[in-house]
Protein backbone atom coordinates (compact mmCIF):
# COMPACT_ATOMS: atom_id res chain seq x y z
CA UNK A 1 0.00 0.00 0.00
CA UNK A 2 1.48 3.56 -0.57
CA UNK A 3 -0.33 6.98 0.34
CA UNK A 4 -0.29 9.89 -1.93
CA UNK A 5 -1.25 12.18 0.72
CA UNK A 6 2.05 11.18 3.01
CA UNK A 7 3.73 13.58 0.25
CA UNK A 8 1.53 16.58 1.52
CA UNK A 9 3.58 16.86 4.81
CA UNK A 10 6.39 17.87 2.75
CA UNK A 11 9.25 16.94 5.89
CA UNK A 12 11.66 19.18 5.80
CA UNK A 13 14.47 17.22 4.72
CA UNK A 14 16.44 18.35 8.34
CA UNK A 15 13.96 16.86 10.09
CA UNK A 16 15.25 13.27 11.78
CA UNK A 17 12.65 10.59 11.27
CA UNK A 18 12.84 7.27 13.06
CA UNK A 19 11.29 4.73 15.05
CA UNK A 20 11.40 3.76 18.75
CA UNK A 21 11.42 0.32 21.00
CA UNK A 22 12.48 -0.17 24.52
CA UNK A 23 14.50 -3.45 25.89
CA UNK A 24 11.84 -5.63 28.04
CA UNK A 25 9.04 -4.98 25.74
CA UNK A 26 10.42 -6.81 22.69
CA UNK A 27 13.99 -8.67 23.53
CA UNK A 28 13.01 -11.87 25.07
CA UNK A 29 15.62 -14.29 25.97
CA UNK A 30 15.29 -13.29 29.65
CA UNK A 31 16.68 -16.58 30.62
CA UNK A 32 19.81 -15.00 28.76
CA UNK A 33 20.39 -11.97 31.13
CA UNK A 34 20.16 -10.86 34.46
CA UNK A 35 16.24 -10.53 36.45
CA UNK A 36 14.83 -7.37 36.13
CA UNK A 37 12.16 -5.66 38.62
CA UNK A 38 9.32 -6.34 35.77
CA UNK A 39 9.99 -10.26 35.77
CA UNK A 40 9.56 -9.89 39.74
CA UNK A 41 6.69 -7.65 39.02
CA UNK A 42 5.12 -9.43 35.61
CA UNK A 43 5.68 -12.87 38.64
CA UNK A 44 2.79 -10.79 40.73
CA UNK A 45 -0.59 -12.12 40.17
CA UNK A 46 -2.73 -10.14 38.20
CA UNK A 47 0.21 -6.95 37.78
CA UNK A 48 -0.19 -7.35 34.40
CA UNK A 49 -3.13 -7.65 32.91
CA UNK A 50 -2.84 -10.57 30.57
CA UNK A 51 -0.41 -12.17 32.91
CA UNK A 52 2.21 -11.99 30.06
CA UNK A 53 5.71 -11.63 31.01
CA UNK A 54 9.34 -10.50 28.85
CA UNK A 55 9.45 -14.23 27.94
CA UNK A 56 9.46 -14.27 24.98
CA UNK A 57 7.91 -10.51 24.13
CA UNK A 58 8.57 -10.21 20.41
CA UNK A 59 11.78 -12.55 20.43
CA UNK A 60 13.61 -9.44 19.05
CA UNK A 61 16.88 -10.86 20.28
CA UNK A 62 16.58 -14.28 18.37
CA UNK A 63 15.14 -12.23 15.31
CA UNK A 64 17.28 -9.47 15.31
CA UNK A 65 18.23 -9.54 11.55
CA UNK A 66 14.98 -9.93 10.71
CA UNK A 67 14.02 -6.66 12.78
CA UNK A 68 17.08 -4.78 10.91
CA UNK A 69 15.65 -5.51 7.60
CA UNK A 70 11.95 -4.07 8.52
CA UNK A 71 13.99 -0.94 9.60
CA UNK A 72 15.81 -0.75 6.08
CA UNK A 73 12.76 -1.34 4.52
CA UNK A 74 11.04 1.57 6.77
CA UNK A 75 13.71 3.60 5.60
CA UNK A 76 14.14 5.63 9.06
CA UNK A 77 16.98 7.94 9.42
CA UNK A 78 17.50 6.15 12.96
CA UNK A 79 16.54 3.64 15.06
CA UNK A 80 15.87 4.34 19.27
CA UNK A 81 16.58 0.97 21.29
CA UNK A 82 17.52 0.76 24.67
CA UNK A 83 20.08 -0.95 26.35
CA UNK A 84 18.80 -3.72 28.76
CA UNK A 85 20.94 -2.95 31.87
CA UNK A 86 20.86 -6.30 33.01
CA UNK A 87 21.74 -7.93 30.01
CA UNK A 88 24.48 -6.42 29.81
CA UNK A 89 25.73 -6.15 33.50
CA UNK A 90 23.31 -9.10 35.23
CA UNK A 91 24.08 -7.82 38.94
CA UNK A 92 23.28 -4.06 38.29
CA UNK A 93 27.22 -3.80 39.62
CA UNK A 94 30.45 -5.59 38.66
CA UNK A 95 30.86 -7.87 35.63
CA UNK A 96 29.46 -7.22 32.70
CA UNK A 97 27.78 -10.22 30.13
CA UNK A 98 30.29 -10.48 27.00
CA UNK A 99 26.84 -11.82 25.34
CA UNK A 100 25.02 -9.19 26.50
CA UNK A 101 27.40 -6.61 25.12
CA UNK A 102 28.03 -8.61 21.53
CA UNK A 103 24.52 -8.53 21.62
CA UNK A 104 24.29 -4.72 21.14
CA UNK A 105 27.41 -4.44 18.92
CA UNK A 106 26.09 -6.86 16.55
CA UNK A 107 22.66 -4.38 16.96
CA UNK A 108 24.50 -1.44 15.97
CA UNK A 109 26.66 -2.54 13.72
CA UNK A 110 23.45 -3.87 11.46
CA UNK A 111 22.10 -0.62 12.19
CA UNK A 112 25.03 1.24 10.66
CA UNK A 113 25.68 -1.35 7.69
CA UNK A 114 21.90 -0.13 6.54
CA UNK A 115 22.58 3.73 6.71
CA UNK A 116 20.51 4.12 10.32
CA UNK A 117 22.19 6.00 13.02
CA UNK A 118 21.57 4.18 16.56
CA UNK A 119 20.31 5.95 19.24
CA UNK A 120 20.53 4.36 22.65
CA UNK A 121 18.69 4.82 25.80
CA UNK A 122 20.45 3.69 28.90
CA UNK A 123 17.69 2.67 30.82
CA UNK A 124 13.98 2.33 30.21
CA UNK A 125 12.67 1.42 33.64
CA UNK A 126 14.04 -2.64 33.53
CA UNK A 127 16.22 -2.21 36.56
CA UNK A 128 18.79 -4.65 37.67
CA UNK A 129 16.63 -6.80 40.20
CA UNK A 130 19.76 -6.80 42.82
CA UNK A 131 19.73 -3.25 42.73
CA UNK A 132 15.85 -3.01 43.94
CA UNK A 133 16.94 -5.75 46.88
CA UNK A 134 19.22 -2.81 47.76
CA UNK A 135 16.99 -0.04 47.80
CA UNK A 136 16.06 0.41 44.30
CA UNK A 137 15.56 4.17 42.73
CA UNK A 138 14.45 5.93 46.26
CA UNK A 139 18.19 5.60 47.62
CA UNK A 140 21.51 7.42 46.61
CA UNK A 141 23.42 4.56 45.81
CA UNK A 142 21.33 3.40 42.64
CA UNK A 143 22.38 6.50 40.79
CA UNK A 144 26.21 5.88 41.73
CA UNK A 145 25.70 2.69 40.35
CA UNK A 146 23.77 4.14 36.81
CA UNK A 147 26.81 6.45 36.77
CA UNK A 148 29.39 3.51 36.22
CA UNK A 149 27.19 1.54 34.12
CA UNK A 150 26.65 4.66 31.76
CA UNK A 151 30.13 4.91 31.24
CA UNK A 152 30.95 1.08 30.67
CA UNK A 153 28.20 1.63 27.87
CA UNK A 154 29.90 4.37 26.65
CA UNK A 155 33.47 2.91 26.41
CA UNK A 156 31.87 -0.28 24.51
CA UNK A 157 29.56 1.68 22.29
CA UNK A 158 30.43 5.48 22.14
CA UNK A 159 32.30 4.93 18.83
CA UNK A 160 29.20 4.03 16.88
CA UNK A 161 25.95 5.09 18.90
CA UNK A 162 25.32 8.78 17.47
CA UNK A 163 23.05 10.04 20.38
CA UNK A 164 22.32 9.14 24.27
CA UNK A 165 19.54 9.47 26.63
CA UNK A 166 20.30 8.67 30.00
CA UNK A 167 16.72 8.38 31.34
CA UNK A 168 13.36 7.24 29.60
CA UNK A 169 10.20 8.80 31.01
CA UNK A 170 11.62 9.42 35.11
CA UNK A 171 8.28 10.07 35.70
CA UNK A 172 6.68 6.45 34.95
CA UNK A 173 9.60 5.18 36.79
CA UNK A 174 9.60 6.91 39.65
CA UNK A 175 5.54 7.32 40.26
CA UNK A 176 4.07 4.28 38.41
CA UNK A 177 6.98 2.56 40.17
CA UNK A 178 6.73 3.39 43.43
CA UNK A 179 3.69 5.52 44.23
CA UNK A 180 0.58 4.20 42.26
CA UNK A 181 2.31 0.83 42.10
CA UNK A 182 1.34 0.52 38.73
CA UNK A 183 4.77 -0.51 37.59
CA UNK A 184 7.16 -2.45 38.68
CA UNK A 185 8.26 -2.65 41.14
CA UNK A 186 4.96 -1.98 42.43
CA UNK A 187 5.75 0.30 45.27
CA UNK A 188 2.69 2.61 47.06
CA UNK A 189 4.67 5.09 48.80
CA UNK A 190 4.63 9.07 47.97
CA UNK A 191 7.70 9.39 49.83
CA UNK A 192 10.22 6.94 47.93
CA UNK A 193 8.30 7.73 44.70
CA UNK A 194 9.50 11.53 45.21
CA UNK A 195 13.20 10.39 46.59
CA UNK A 196 12.68 8.14 43.11
CA UNK A 197 12.17 10.92 41.21
CA UNK A 198 15.21 12.81 42.78
CA UNK A 199 17.86 10.23 42.01
CA UNK A 200 16.93 9.63 38.54
CA UNK A 201 17.97 13.47 37.56
CA UNK A 202 20.70 12.49 40.25
CA UNK A 203 22.09 9.43 38.45
CA UNK A 204 21.37 11.37 34.81
CA UNK A 205 23.91 14.42 35.88
CA UNK A 206 26.40 12.15 37.28
CA UNK A 207 26.73 10.04 34.33
CA UNK A 208 26.39 12.97 31.49
CA UNK A 209 30.08 13.96 32.00
CA UNK A 210 31.31 10.43 32.47
CA UNK A 211 29.68 9.60 29.18
CA UNK A 212 31.17 12.01 27.64
CA UNK A 213 34.75 11.50 29.28
CA UNK A 214 34.14 7.62 27.53
CA UNK A 215 33.57 9.04 24.11
CA UNK A 216 30.19 9.40 24.31
CA UNK A 217 28.68 12.53 21.70
CA UNK A 218 25.43 13.75 21.88
CA UNK A 219 24.07 13.69 25.53
CA UNK A 220 20.65 14.20 26.77
CA UNK A 221 17.65 12.99 28.63
CA UNK A 222 14.05 11.75 27.55
CA UNK A 223 10.91 13.61 29.44
CA UNK A 224 7.27 12.25 29.15
CA UNK A 225 5.99 16.44 29.64
CA UNK A 226 2.14 16.70 29.48
CA UNK A 227 0.14 19.61 29.10
CA UNK A 228 -2.05 19.88 32.07
CA UNK A 229 -5.51 21.54 31.89
CA UNK A 230 -7.58 22.82 34.29
CA UNK A 231 -11.17 21.93 33.42
CA UNK A 232 -12.79 24.86 35.75
CA UNK A 233 -11.08 27.47 37.95
CA UNK A 234 -11.85 25.31 41.01
CA UNK A 235 -9.52 22.79 39.71
CA UNK A 236 -6.23 25.17 39.03
CA UNK A 237 -4.66 25.10 42.23
CA UNK A 238 -5.03 20.53 41.75
CA UNK A 239 -3.90 21.29 38.03
CA UNK A 240 -0.44 23.21 39.22
CA UNK A 241 -0.19 19.92 41.98
CA UNK A 242 -0.41 17.58 38.75
CA UNK A 243 1.79 19.89 36.86
CA UNK A 244 4.19 19.94 39.46
CA UNK A 245 5.14 16.14 40.20
CA UNK A 246 4.67 15.25 35.82
CA UNK A 247 6.57 18.14 34.73
CA UNK A 248 7.95 21.31 36.44
CA UNK A 249 10.04 18.56 38.82
CA UNK A 250 12.35 17.12 36.32
CA UNK A 251 12.63 20.39 34.26
CA UNK A 252 13.75 22.37 37.22
CA UNK A 253 16.03 19.74 38.53
CA UNK A 254 17.38 19.22 35.42
CA UNK A 255 17.84 23.21 35.18
CA UNK A 256 19.69 23.28 38.25
CA UNK A 257 17.21 24.91 40.22
CA UNK A 258 16.32 22.24 42.74
CA UNK A 259 13.00 20.89 43.52
CA UNK A 260 9.83 23.72 43.01
CA UNK A 261 9.25 25.59 46.07
CA UNK A 262 5.36 24.43 45.93
CA UNK A 263 6.45 20.77 45.21
CA UNK A 264 8.21 20.92 48.66
CA UNK A 265 5.38 22.16 51.17
CA UNK A 266 3.05 20.23 49.05
CA UNK A 267 4.41 16.99 49.44
CA UNK A 268 5.61 17.91 53.31
CA UNK A 269 2.93 15.05 54.34
CA UNK A 270 5.26 12.43 51.99
CA UNK A 271 8.48 13.55 52.74
CA UNK A 272 10.97 15.55 55.09
CA UNK A 273 13.07 16.20 51.77
CA UNK A 274 16.20 14.73 53.43
CA UNK A 275 17.70 13.36 50.55
CA UNK A 276 18.14 16.25 49.03
CA UNK A 277 21.62 17.86 49.15
CA UNK A 278 22.37 21.32 47.80
CA UNK A 279 25.79 20.44 45.77
CA UNK A 280 23.73 18.18 43.77
CA UNK A 281 21.67 21.17 41.97
CA UNK A 282 25.19 21.86 39.65
CA UNK A 283 25.56 17.98 39.18
CA UNK A 284 21.84 17.52 37.83
CA UNK A 285 22.31 20.65 35.45
CA UNK A 286 25.02 19.16 33.73
CA UNK A 287 24.46 20.71 30.45
CA UNK A 288 22.94 18.59 27.75
CA UNK A 289 23.19 18.19 24.14
CA UNK A 290 19.36 17.42 23.48
CA UNK A 291 16.37 17.04 25.43
CA UNK A 292 13.90 14.37 24.17
CA UNK A 293 9.76 14.47 24.63
CA UNK A 294 7.74 11.63 24.59
CA UNK A 295 4.14 13.05 23.89
CA UNK A 296 0.86 11.19 23.52
CA UNK A 297 -2.09 13.05 25.33
CA UNK A 298 -3.02 16.04 27.85
CA UNK A 299 -3.80 16.40 31.44
CA UNK A 300 -7.58 17.38 32.20
CA UNK A 301 -8.14 17.98 35.70
CA UNK A 302 -10.94 18.62 37.07
CA UNK A 303 -13.26 17.75 40.50
CA UNK A 304 -13.47 14.08 41.57
CA UNK A 305 -15.98 12.21 39.89
CA UNK A 306 -17.12 8.30 39.97
CA UNK A 307 -17.60 8.75 36.15
CA UNK A 308 -14.62 9.55 35.19
CA UNK A 309 -13.27 7.69 32.11
CA UNK A 310 -10.26 5.73 32.78
CA UNK A 311 -7.11 6.67 30.42
CA UNK A 312 -4.17 4.32 31.83
CA UNK A 313 -1.52 6.10 34.03
CA UNK A 314 -3.76 9.12 34.78
CA UNK A 315 -4.05 7.80 38.56
CA UNK A 316 -4.54 10.09 41.52
CA UNK A 317 -2.15 7.29 43.43
CA UNK A 318 0.71 8.21 40.83
CA UNK A 319 0.72 12.10 42.36
CA UNK A 320 1.50 11.89 46.00
CA UNK A 321 -0.34 14.46 48.40
CA UNK A 322 -3.06 15.66 45.47
CA UNK A 323 -6.00 17.40 46.82
CA UNK A 324 -9.12 16.12 45.48
CA UNK A 325 -9.44 15.53 41.35
CA UNK A 326 -10.69 13.60 38.57
CA UNK A 327 -9.00 12.90 35.27
CA UNK A 328 -11.14 13.31 32.30
CA UNK A 329 -9.98 13.10 28.86
CA UNK A 330 -12.66 13.92 26.12
CA UNK A 331 -13.57 11.85 23.12
CA UNK A 332 -11.86 11.04 20.71
CA UNK A 333 -9.74 8.70 22.76
CA UNK A 334 -7.23 5.68 21.80
CA UNK A 335 -7.37 2.22 23.29
CA UNK A 336 -5.29 3.72 26.21
CA UNK A 337 -8.41 5.95 27.04
CA UNK A 338 -6.19 9.05 26.47
CA UNK A 339 -7.75 11.89 24.21
CA UNK A 340 -6.04 12.68 21.22
CA UNK A 341 -4.96 16.17 20.99
CA UNK A 342 -2.26 17.35 18.62
CA UNK A 343 -2.10 20.72 19.45
CA UNK A 344 -1.05 19.26 23.13
CA UNK A 345 2.35 18.66 21.01
CA UNK A 346 3.48 22.03 20.98
CA UNK A 347 2.15 22.95 24.09
CA UNK A 348 4.62 20.08 25.47
CA UNK A 349 7.76 21.89 23.54
CA UNK A 350 6.97 24.82 24.47
CA UNK A 351 7.17 24.31 28.26
CA UNK A 352 10.43 22.43 27.98
CA UNK A 353 11.71 25.63 25.85
CA UNK A 354 11.25 27.75 28.40
CA UNK A 355 12.60 25.89 31.53
CA UNK A 356 15.62 24.94 29.09
CA UNK A 357 16.37 27.46 26.73
CA UNK A 358 18.72 26.68 24.07
CA UNK A 359 18.36 22.90 24.11
CA UNK A 360 17.79 21.08 21.16
CA UNK A 361 14.64 19.06 21.13
CA UNK A 362 13.33 15.53 19.57
CA UNK A 363 10.04 14.18 19.93
CA UNK A 364 11.41 10.50 20.79
CA UNK A 365 7.51 8.55 20.86
CA UNK A 366 4.73 9.60 19.49
CA UNK A 367 2.20 6.86 18.68
CA UNK A 368 -1.33 5.41 19.26
CA UNK A 369 -2.61 1.77 20.57
CA UNK A 370 -5.92 1.12 18.90
CA UNK A 371 -7.96 -2.04 18.74
CA UNK A 372 -6.62 -3.30 15.15
CA UNK A 373 -7.83 -6.45 13.60
CA UNK A 374 -5.94 -8.24 10.47
CA UNK A 375 -7.61 -9.09 7.66
CA UNK A 376 -5.51 -11.56 5.36
CA UNK A 377 -1.99 -10.58 5.15
CA UNK A 378 -3.49 -6.70 5.78
CA UNK A 379 -4.01 -4.34 8.93
CA UNK A 380 -6.16 -1.73 8.28
CA UNK A 381 -5.56 1.00 10.87
CA UNK A 382 -6.88 3.91 9.53
CA UNK A 383 -6.84 5.91 12.70
CA UNK A 384 -3.23 5.70 13.67
CA UNK A 385 -2.55 7.10 10.16
CA UNK A 386 -4.55 9.65 11.39
CA UNK A 387 -3.18 10.15 14.62
CA UNK A 388 0.38 10.32 13.14
CA UNK A 389 -0.66 12.75 10.00
CA UNK A 390 -1.91 15.30 12.52
CA UNK A 391 0.64 15.36 15.03
CA UNK A 392 3.11 15.71 12.34
CA UNK A 393 1.11 18.22 11.16
CA UNK A 394 1.32 19.70 14.71
CA UNK A 395 5.26 19.42 15.00
CA UNK A 396 5.58 21.13 11.80
CA UNK A 397 3.83 24.04 13.17
CA UNK A 398 5.88 24.16 16.51
CA UNK A 399 9.01 24.35 13.64
CA UNK A 400 7.75 27.33 11.92
CA UNK A 401 6.83 29.12 15.56
CA UNK A 402 10.33 28.83 15.74
CA UNK A 403 10.76 26.08 18.51
CA UNK A 404 14.00 23.98 17.28
CA UNK A 405 12.32 20.86 16.66
CA UNK A 406 15.48 18.21 14.97
CA UNK A 407 13.50 14.94 14.99
CA UNK A 408 10.83 12.57 14.96
CA UNK A 409 10.18 8.95 16.02
CA UNK A 410 6.87 7.02 15.75
CA UNK A 411 6.37 4.92 18.52
CA UNK A 412 6.34 1.93 17.93
CA UNK A 413 8.57 -0.16 15.32
CA UNK A 414 6.03 -2.96 16.00
CA UNK A 415 3.60 -4.26 18.83
CA UNK A 416 5.23 -5.00 22.03
CA UNK A 417 4.70 -5.74 25.27
CA UNK A 418 2.67 -2.80 26.95
CA UNK A 419 4.31 -3.07 30.36
CA UNK A 420 1.32 -3.98 32.75
CA UNK A 421 -1.27 -3.83 29.75
CA UNK A 422 0.65 -6.27 28.16
CA UNK A 423 -0.67 -7.38 24.77
CA UNK A 424 -4.10 -6.18 25.65
CA UNK A 425 -2.37 -2.38 23.98
CA UNK A 426 -0.89 -2.42 20.47
CA UNK A 427 0.83 0.20 19.18
CA UNK A 428 3.12 -1.24 16.38
CA UNK A 429 3.46 0.34 13.10
CA UNK A 430 4.41 -3.78 12.44
CA UNK A 431 1.82 -6.24 13.77
CA UNK A 432 3.63 -9.04 15.70
CA UNK A 433 1.35 -11.93 15.58
CA UNK A 434 0.31 -13.85 18.90
CA UNK A 435 1.57 -17.36 19.09
CA UNK A 436 3.91 -16.99 15.83
CA UNK A 437 5.46 -13.56 16.29
CA UNK A 438 5.00 -13.26 12.25
CA UNK A 439 5.52 -9.36 11.44
CA UNK A 440 2.99 -8.02 9.55
CA UNK A 441 3.49 -4.38 8.31
CA UNK A 442 0.10 -2.49 9.26
CA UNK A 443 -0.85 0.62 6.73
CA UNK A 444 0.66 2.52 8.93
CA UNK A 445 3.63 0.97 8.32
CA UNK A 446 3.32 1.39 4.64
CA UNK A 447 2.24 4.97 4.94
CA UNK A 448 5.17 6.04 7.18
CA UNK A 449 7.30 4.39 4.50
CA UNK A 450 5.93 6.38 1.97
CA UNK A 451 6.10 9.52 4.02
CA UNK A 452 10.05 8.54 4.80
CA UNK A 453 10.81 8.06 0.52
CA UNK A 454 8.64 11.42 -0.32
CA UNK A 455 10.76 13.21 1.40
CA UNK A 456 13.17 16.27 -0.15
CA UNK A 457 16.69 15.30 -0.02
Known amino acids: MTDSRAAELRLPPDLEMGV?????????????RGPSIWEDFAAVPG???????????????????????LLGWLGVDAYRFSISWPRVQPGGTGALSAAGLD????????????GIRPVATLYHWDLPSPLQTAGGWPVRDTAER?????EAMAQRYGDRVDRWATHNEPWCAAFLGYAAGAHAPGVRDGGAALAAAYHLILGHGLAVPRLRAAGARNVGIVLNLIPVIAEDESSAAAARHIDGLQNRLFLDLLAGRGVPEDIRTGCAASTDWSFVRDADAAVMAAPMDWLGENYYTVMRVGPPSAADPH???QDTGAFPDSPPLGFAPRPPVTAMGWEVVPQGL???LHQAAEALPGVP??????????????EGDAVHDADRVAYYRAHLEALLDARAAGLDVRGYYAWSLMDNLEWAEGWTKRFGLVRVEPG??????????HWYRALLAARER
Open 20 to 32: ATSSWQIEGAVNE
Open 47 to 69: AIVDGATGEPACDHVHRLAGDLD
Open 103 to 114: FYDRLVDGLLER
Open 146 to 150: FADYA
Open 311 to 313: AVG
Open 346 to 348: PMA
Open 361 to 374: LWICENGAAYDDVR
Open 436 to 445: TLERVPKDSA
